[in-house]
């Protein structure tokens, strides 16, 4: 593995207040050791959820976090196989593709919840598109690193869960795939879900030998896309583009749900989609740069909406990073992670909010969220 450990950094980025912040030394690979000491190596996505609970509980997207770390350092590594935390999440994924046993394969949160907060609650296991969208990515990688017949089981499962989002009838009233699979969600213009899903459906379109569901995952994804380059915003000072979190909301999205939507924006684009010149690459990305107050921390919410104070999470920071490392410079996520030993916990482990929060809590998602991170800046906890 490469390592990176006290880098100190410049990029030629800047906030809407204009100027770069602060660059600050990290070391990951300790950072990284830490972490490993968190992750329950026999159920390495189990433990504290960000959701109305305080019994540990199994979180696909966790899993999936677990997978993508492991293919990261694959990938750096030049290795043929991904590592055996990953191959127990990759298989964890697999066999709980239909965790509520209603015969549709996606992925969802195991606690019952009101994802809107209109009194709709949802059951536990409800099919959401962001975690079939992580499940998805997590899961296409890792098909990289298998054999044959595991890639072959791979893919069907992974057609089989974007199969339900292609119809015409499931798109939200701007024409967006929908948050769930639910009629109750289905009303809402959620642009983060969404467009994750839509660049993995891109880039599947690119890999099934199937053209006529090639055509039905590229329609769909435009169709998404397109809502998204009518709905953009452009921030005062900075010039970057972002999205409020839903049409039916006038407030900006906080920092993980904007790095999602630049997540399935680059994977769109990369995937050779067909709307991809609509898109402005460098504005896109830029808009990460917008969480940086005055003082040089990373905020929750952009530095354009001062009103809103509250400070970013460790998943804030941890999306951020691995975003910058992977579409940037391998060293430029020390911006994010910088800030990530504010949040080391005084028993071990990172918190969900810098220490000395109230109501503050380690949650195991989170820290999976941390663990891709550093695996996608080359960090490495066998390093000396």
Same mark, same amino acid.
């Given at each position: 593995?490469?390592?990176?450990?006290?880098?100190?950094?410049?990029?030629?980025?800047?906030?809407?207040?204009?100027?770069?912040?602060?660059?600050?030394?990290?070391?990951?690979?300790? @950072?990284?050791?830490?972490?490993?000491?968190?992750?329950?190596?026999?159920?390495?996505? &189990?433990?504290?959820?960000?959701?109305?609970?305080?019994?540990?509980?199994?979180?696909? %997207?966790?899993?999936?976090?677990?997978?993508?770390?492991? @293919?990261?350092?694959?990938?750096?590594?030049?290795?043929?196989?991904?590592?055996?935390?990953?191959?127990?999440?990759?298989?964890?994924?697999?066999? !709980?593709?239909?965790?509520?046993?209603?015969?549709?394969?996606?992925?969802?949160?195991?606690?019952?919840?009101?994802?809107?907060?209109?009194?709709?609650?949802?059951?536990?296991?409800?099919?959401?598109?962001?975690?079939?969208? @992580?499940?998805?990515?997590?899961?296409?990688?890792?098909?990289?690193?298998?054999?044959?017949?595991?890639?072959?089981?791979?893919?069907?499962?992974?057609?089989?869960?974007?199969?339900?989002?292609?119809?015409?009838?499931?798109?939200?009233?701007?024409?967006?795939?929908?948050?769930?699979?639910?009629?109750?969600?289905?009303?809402?213009?959620?642009?983060?879900?969404?467009?994750?899903?839509?660049?993995?459906?891109?880039?599947?379109?690119?890999?099934?030998?199937?053209?006529?569901?090639?055509?039905?995952?590229?329609?769909?994804?435009?169709?998404?896309?397109?809502?998204?380059?009518?709905?953009? %915003?452009?921030?005062?000072?900075?010039?970057?583009?972002?999205? !409020?979190?839903?049409?039916?909301?006038?407030?900006?999205?906080?920092?993980?749900?904007?790095?999602? @939507?630049?997540?399935?924006?680059?994977?769109?684009?990369?995937?050779?989609?067909?709307?991809?010149?609509?898109?402005?690459?460098?504005?896109?990305?830029?808009?990460?740069?917008?969480?940086?107050? %005055?003082?040089?921390?990373?905020?929750?919410?952009?530095?354009?909406?001062?009103?809103?104070?509250?400070?970013?999470?460790? +998943?804030?920071?941890?999306?951020?990073?691995?975003?910058?490392? &992977?579409?940037?410079?391998?060293?430029?996520?020390?911006?994010?992670?910088?800030?990530?030993?504010?949040?080391?916990?005084?028993?071990?482990?990172?918190?969900?909010?810098?220490?000395?929060?109230?109501?503050?809590?380690?949650?195991?998602?989170?820290?999976? +969220?941390?663990?891709?991170?550093?695996?996608?800046?080359?960090?490495?906890? !066998?390093?000396?």
């Amino acid at each position: 593995m490469i390592k990176r450990t006290f880098f100190f950094l410049f990029l030629g980025l800047a906030g809407c207040n204009d100027t770069a912040p602060e660059a600050r030394p990290v070391d990951g690979d300790q @950072i990284l050791r830490k972490v490993m000491l968190s992750i329950d190596h026999d159920h390495p996505g &189990r433990g504290l959820a960000d959701y109305p609970s305080d019994e540990p509980a199994d979180v696909p %997207k966790s899993y999936a976090l677990i997978l993508l770390g492991a @293919i990261e350092e694959a990938r750096a590594g030049h290795l043929k196989e991904v590592n055996a935390l990953g191959v127990k999440a990759g298989n964890w994924l697999i066999e !709980n593709a239909d965790a509520n046993a209603d015969g549709i394969m996606g992925w969802g949160v195991p606690i019952a919840w009101d994802a809107y907060g209109d009194g709709s609650v949802n059951p536990e296991n409800t099919e959401y598109a962001i975690s079939t969208a @992580i499940a998805v990515d997590a899961l296409l990688g890792w098909a990289q690193y298998v054999d044959d017949k595991k890639k072959a089981e791979i893919l069907a499962l992974v057609e089989q869960a974007l199969k339900p989002y292609l119809p015409v009838e499931m798109r939200t009233p701007a024409g967006l795939l929908p948050y769930s699979l639910l009629v109750n969600d289905r009303k809402y213009d959620t642009f983060n879900s969404a467009v994750y899903l839509a660049g993995q459906m891109q880039r599947f379109a690119e890999i099934t030998p199937n053209g006529e569901l090639k055509e039905a995952l590229q329609s769909a994804a435009d169709a998404t896309m397109l809502a998204l380059v009518r709905n953009k %915003k452009i921030a005062e000072g900075s010039g970057s583009w972002y999205w !409020n979190y839903s049409i039916q909301e006038d407030n900006p999205n906080d920092l993980p749900h904007a790095g999602y @939507i630049i997540e399935g924006i680059l994977t769109y684009m990369d995937s050779q989609g067909r709307l991809s010149a609509s898109f402005d690459r460098q504005k896109v990305f830029q808009h990460l740069m917008d969480f940086f107050g %005055k003082d040089g921390k990373v905020r929750g919410w952009p530095a354009f909406r001062p009103e809103i104070t509250t400070a970013a999470r460790l +998943y804030d920071l941890s999306i951020a990073s691995q975003l910058m490392c &992977r579409f940037k410079d391998p060293a430029a996520g020390n911006y994010f992670l910088g800030e990530v030993e504010r949040y080391e916990g005084p028993e071990g482990g990172y918190l969900k909010y810098p220490r000395g929060t109230a109501g503050n809590r380690q949650v195991a998602e989170y820290e999976s +969220y941390l663990y891709r991170a550093l695996k996608a800046c080359g960090f490495s906890e !066998n390093a000396q």
